[in-house]
């Protein structure tokens, strides 16, 4: 056990509005935070991220991944969806998380700037598809790598898996906020995500947040699939 609390962010991807309003208020007394992503936003646009999050607080997940001036310039438009987090892939390199940050700071007032997070490897993908795209050695080494970099480059905290939290923690310290993907409750379906952990698992590991999809969304009670994943982070 780490020590540290874990929280729950509740991942709304739906490109239907009153949709994701009702799970936010389903997982309202269970989520510390929203995440809204690319299909919503997508579908719906900015204004509509906002009206969505209400006044919980918002992950606003673009996975931003371009050059240092397209991504500077798209986080200068960010300015009134007021996002608590928002993410980059740090795959685009040290020059583009620094930009991403030097816009963070010309944009948001002070105590109001989202914290800058690096997607390392997608939760999605295992050594195989990590190999396939010509990145040798192991996930974990790569993640490390990666979230190295990010931290040095201006980010405040790492997307990853739980498998590499530890990896993570010895490598970069207690600093980096860690937010963890591909989180599965015991039974749940996997679906497209590799590298998995239940909740009380990513809590032991020492998760900061850990960000639960469809294991909410789609479960026939998304308000007691919340509470149940709340109830694991805090036993
Ligand atoms: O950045 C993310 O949030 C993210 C990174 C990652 O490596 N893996 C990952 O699954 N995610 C997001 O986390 C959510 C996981 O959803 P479920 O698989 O339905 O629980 C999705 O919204 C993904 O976009």
Known sequence: MSGRSTRLIVALDTKDTAQAMRWRAESAGHAGAVKLGLEFTYARGLEAVRDVAGDSPLFLDLKLHDIPNTVASAIGSLKAVRPAMLTIHAAGGRAMIAAARQAIDGTFPDGARPLLLAVTVLTSMDT????????????????????????????????????????????????????????????????????????????????????????????????????????????
């Open 128 to 235: 195989q598809a990590m190999h396939e795209i010509g990145v040798e050695g192991s996930v974990e080494a790569q993640v490390v790598r990666l979230g190295q970099l990010a931290m040095e480059s201006g980010a405040d905290g790492l997307v990853c898996s739980s498998h590499e939290i530890a990896p993570l923690r010895a490598a970069l310290g207690e600093a980096p906020v860690l937010v963890v993907p591909g989180i599965r409750p015991a039974g749940s379906a996997v679906g497209d995500q590799k590298r998995i952990m239940t909740p009380a698992q990513a809590r032991a590991a020492g998760a900061d947040w850990i960000v639960v999809g469809r294991p909410i969304t789609r479960a026939a009670d998304p308000a007691a699939a919340a509470a149940a994943i709340a109830a694991e982070l805090s036993d």
